[in-house]
């Protein structure tokens, strides 16, 4: 057990070092020695764990859909806004996942598939719609997997444009912004009255997806 916890522990320091090393040169420039000096592990430790510097960059790349989840809302549009809003709090205050969607985003990134996020952020969208639309919460002309993609589409040009101008600082009211101007024309009006849309809105679903973890060392680190 004791080996198990020390080979998790050490995993993770990697991947968080693969994460500040990717997260400052990006991935083309980052070189596995940065990265072995930055974990202060040995070559031998970190190819234990990943097979190449693509596969650490996919760890990195896995872990922005790791251990928060949103908790289930009688209303699926107001779930899906809490998806939404609890990524972008995330990138606010977690430098795995600003590392994970640096590296999502990275056009230079020759050789390092990248579409893995996009393609389970629309499936969780899509899924989380059709609930939705079976609720009665959609207006009647629209398709989920379209929805779907705009919303993850738009999210990810408003938090790249976000990372640009400020550094992440304005994302939350920037989020809050596109979710009013998208969901008006795809929900029914019933529904939009009810959706909690503020800007920190992220910050107390993150709260509350901590609490439902149960994770204490990860609590503890947050208080």
């Not at 589409?153 to 992440?168: C, K, L, N, R």
């Not at 439902?212 to 990860?218: L, P, T, Y």
């Amino acid at each position: 057990m004791a080996e198990q916890v020390r080979a998790i522990r050490t995993r993770q320091t990697i991947l968080l070092a693969a994460a500040t090393i990717f997260e400052e040169h990006g991935y083309q420039a980052a070189t596995i020695s940065q990265i072995l000096k930055a974990a202060g592990v040995t070559k031998g430790a970190l190819y234990f764990h990943f097979e190449s510097k693509e596969d650490l960059a996919q760890g990195v790349i896995a872990e922005q859909d790791q251990r928060f989840v949103v908790p289930p809302r009688a209303s699926k549009v107001q779930e899906i806004v809490d998806v939404v809003m609890l990524h972008a709090h995330r990138l606010q205050t977690d430098p795995m996942v600003r590392a994970g969607v640096r590296l999502t985003m990275d056009q230079l990134a020759e050789g390092l598939d990248r579409s893995g996020p996009f393609l389970r952020w629309s499936e969780v969208g899509l899924e989380l719609l059709q609930q939705a639309q079976a609720q009665g919460e959609l207006m009647p002309h629209i398709s989920p997997s379209e929805t779907a993609d705009v919303i993850v589409g738009s999210f990810a040009g408003i938090q790249s444009m976000s990372q640009a101008v400020s550094d992440y600082r304005d994302l939350v009211g920037r989020v809050s912004a596109l979710m009013r101007h998208v969901l008006p024309s795809a929900v029914v009006p019933s529904v939009l009255a009810s959706l909690d849309l503020s800007e920190d809105r992220g910050a107390a679903v993150y709260a509350e997806a901590l609490a439902a973890s149960g994770d204490q060392e990860v609590l503890d680190a947050a208080g």
